[in-house]
Nanobody, 131 residues
Framework: QVQLVESGGGSEQAGRSLRLTCAAS????????MGWFRQAPEKEREGVAV????????HYHDSVKGRFFISQDSAKNTISLQMWNLKPDDTGMYYC????????????????????????WGQGTQVTVSS
């Protein structure tokens, strides 16, 4: 049984940093794509960052490029999202995802449709950024 457990969310002021971690069980990180999605109130869920094959390539939403960094720790079987220079628009529930339906071809459409591209989702961790 695959479980993804996020941690590290919280409340921060704009300009500060947070680090999210996703611990995977029943799933080996580095297989295909893993990533982070987020959903703000009354907004659609959107892809934030994806890591392919442990770092062969990474992909970011335009709004977080240069501020967020996704990484993997194979020894701990985790992925992380380091977030710098947080903005109020970063507020939302952040979800760890794994099991892209395209398998090793996931790099061709790294975010995919959040409704059907990912098999496994964590429960989410809340990030709140105040101005």
């Amino acid at each position: 049984q695959v479980q993804l457990v996020e941690s590290g969310g919280g409340s921060e002021q704009a300009g500060r940093s947070l680090r999210l971690t996703c611990a995977a069980s029943g799933y080996v990180v580095g297989r295909n794509c893993m990533g982070w999605f987020r959903q703000a109130p009354e907004k659609e869920r959107e892809g934030v960052a994806v890591i392919y094959l442990g770092g062969v390539s990474t992909h970011y939403h335009d709004s977080v490029k240069g501020r967020f960094f996704i990484s993997q720790d194979s020894a701990k079987n985790t992925i992380s999202l380091q977030m710098w220079n947080l903005k109020p628009d970063d507020t939302g529930m952040y979800y760890c995802v794994a099991g892209h339906v395209r398998g090793q071809q996931c790099n061709t459409s790294p975010f995919g449709d959040p409704l059907n591209a990912w098999t496994y989702w964590g429960q989410g961790t809340q990030v709140t950024v105040s101005s």
